[in-house]
């Protein structure tokens, strides 16, 4: 919506100036020599504008962690954010989505309202890929990551007994993961 208000203010003035040149020229083919000039002068002012005061258009980097999960940050965190270390309790948000789209689990879904809390480094209660994007982030940030089936479920997925699955064998994960709270576990 910003994008295209900033081009409408962009483009009023130049239509107006555009009118009044026209007017002003008396021949036909000058008033359509002026139009035509003017308008690509203000089309190309309109996009310089655009893309200006547009950077949210730019595609966000990808990072990558050594075991393979790649992340963009999605949101900041605040300066001097505290970061996690390995024992320490994290508290996070999350959505998990299969590649199709559709959502297998959300801390904020119907009924959860609850922040997931584990120990940062541990090798139970989340999937590694979890924990190795919580590594990489500081409290407050906003990432989105793809985790990769060896750092998710691998070649089990999670599967009923009936062997239906929720999550197939060999499944690449997609979170976006917000990072509330970090704090020293008790002695």
Same mark, same amino acid.
């Given at each position: 919506?910003? #994008?295209?208000?900033?081009? @409408?203010?962009? %483009?009023?003035? *130049?239509?107006? !100036? /555009?009118?009044?040149?026209?007017?002003?020229? +008396?021949?036909?083919?000058?008033?359509?020599?002026?139009?035509?000039?003017?308008?690509?002068? #203000?089309?190309?002012?309109? @996009?310089?504008? %655009?893309?200006? *005061?547009?950077? !949210? /258009?730019?595609?966000?980097?990808?990072?990558? +962690?050594?075991?393979?999960?790649?992340?963009?940050?999605?949101?900041?965190?605040?300066?001097?954010?505290?970061?996690?270390?390995?024992?320490?309790?994290?508290?996070?948000?999350?959505?998990?989505?299969?590649?199709?789209?559709?959502?297998?689990?959300?801390?904020?879904?119907?009924?959860?309202?609850?922040?997931?809390?584990?120990?940062?480094?541990?090798?139970?209660?989340?999937?590694?890929?979890?924990?190795?994007?919580?590594?990489?982030?500081?409290?407050?940030?906003?990432?989105?990551?793809?985790?990769?089936?060896?750092?998710?479920?691998?070649?089990?997925?999670?599967?009923?007994?009936?062997?239906?699955?929720?999550?197939?064998?060999?499944?690449?994960?997609?979170?976006?993961?917000?990072?509330?709270?970090?704090?020293?576990?008790?002695?």
């Amino acid at each position: 919506m910003r #994008s295209i208000s900033l081009l @409408a203010l962009a %483009l009023v003035p *130049s239509a107006t !100036a /555009l009118s009044m040149s026209a007017r002003q020229q +008396t021949p036909a083919r000058s008033s359509r020599r002026t139009f035509l000039s003017t308008a690509a002068a #203000s089309t190309v002012a309109a @996009a310089s504008t %655009l893309a200006a *005061s547009s950077p !949210a /258009l730019a595609a966000p980097e990808i990072f990558n +962690t050594p075991s393979g999960v790649k992340y963009a940050v999605t949101g900041p965190a605040p300066k001097g954010a505290a970061r996690p270390k390995q024992g320490d309790i994290v508290a996070i948000e999350y959505t998990g989505y299969l590649t199709s789209g559709q959502i297998f689990d959300a801390t904020h879904s119907e009924g959860k309202k609850n922040a997931l809390l584990f120990k940062a480094g541990s090798e139970s209660g989340v999937i590694p890929g979890l924990n190795d994007i919580v590594a990489q982030m500081a409290v407050g940030e906003k990432v989105q990551a793809i985790v990769p089936p060896s750092m998710a479920y691998g070649d089990k997925g999670v599967c009923l007994e009936s062997g239906e699955c929720l999550i197939k064998p060999g499944s690449t994960l997609v979170y976006d993961v917000l990072l509330k709270k970090t704090s020293i576990p008790p002695p």
